[in-house]
T-cell receptor
Framework: QKEVEQNSGPLSVPEGAIASLNCTYS??????FFWYRQYSGKSPELIMS????GDKEDGRFTAQLNKASQYVSLLIRDSQPSDSATYLC????????????FGKGTSLLVTP | GAVVSQHPSWVICKSGTSVKIECRSL??????MFWYRQFPKQSLMLMAT?????????EQGVEKDKFLINHASLTLSTLTVTSAHPEDSSFYIC?????????FGPGTRLLVL
């Protein structure tokens, strides 16, 4: 079982809709969870971090964490074509000084 | 947010040569930096953890004698790919921790001919 799993997509949503991205992780003791956005040919940029169960909102983005289900999600409201990118879910790597395990990413396409 | 730079941004080299990539934290001190590698359509894979003033910690399957890491100061870590081969062609990305968030450099694209 891979440590961090994501549906590779592509996920296509119309402009203005809500995009929902999902991620599951295998290590039950993980404590820190991150969503990164990566445009083609670029390095990842941090969108959200979440550490506690529940929802965390930042502008158009909402991260949701359910540790019991080992599930993290990212909602993007009012999706824009500029949101089209690959979204990487990352989970802290246990006993590694804050290194991260990444999922393969979900490709999101927002169509005008 | 914190800024991390990498140099060079891309490099093309012949098989058998060595390539050095620099990673700098520009506005903060980083006792720990990380080196990742990303192959096309794959995710980032951690290669090693670079600790200032001590030896790097390598992930399983990463050859420490091939990928030399030096973290001589709190703002600079270098990765040297020794005797590079075409299969080492990849996107190499460093990150630095400040203090619990990782900030990524822009990456170095390596092509070995």
């Amino acid at each position: 079982q891979k440590e961090v799993e994501q549906n590779s997509g592509p996920l296509s949503v119309p402009e203005g809709a809500i995009a929902s991205l999902n991620c599951t992780y295998s290590d039950r003791v993980s404590q820190s969870f991150f969503w990164y956005r990566q445009y083609s040919g670029k390095s990842p940029e941090l969108i959200m971090s979440i550490y506690s169960n529940g929802d965390k909102e930042d502008g158009r983005f909402t991260a949701q964490l359910n540790k019991a289900s080992q599930y993290v999600s990212l909602l993007i409201r009012d999706s824009q074509p500029s949101d089209s990118a690959t979204y990487l879910c990352a989970v802290n790597k246990i006993n590694s000084g804050y290194a991260l395990n990444f999922g393969k990413g979900t490709s999101l396409l927002v169509t005008p | 947010g914190a800024v991390v730079s990498q140099h060079p941004s891309w490099v093309i080299c012949k098989s058998g040569t060595s390539v050095k990539i620099e990673c700098r934290s520009l506005d903060f001190q980083a006792t720990t930096m990380f080196w990742y590698r990303q192959f096309p359509k794959q995710s980032l894979m951690l290669m090693a953890t670079s600790n200032e003033g001590s030896k790097a910690t390598y992930e399983q399957g990463v050859e420490k004698d091939k990928f030399l890491i030096n973290h001589a100061s709190l703002t600079l870590s270098t990765l040297t790919v020794t005797s590079a081969h075409p299969e080492d062609s990849s996107f190499y990305i460093c990150s630095a921790r400040d203090p619990s968030t990782q900030y990524f450099g822009p990456g170095t694209r390596l092509l070995v001919l």
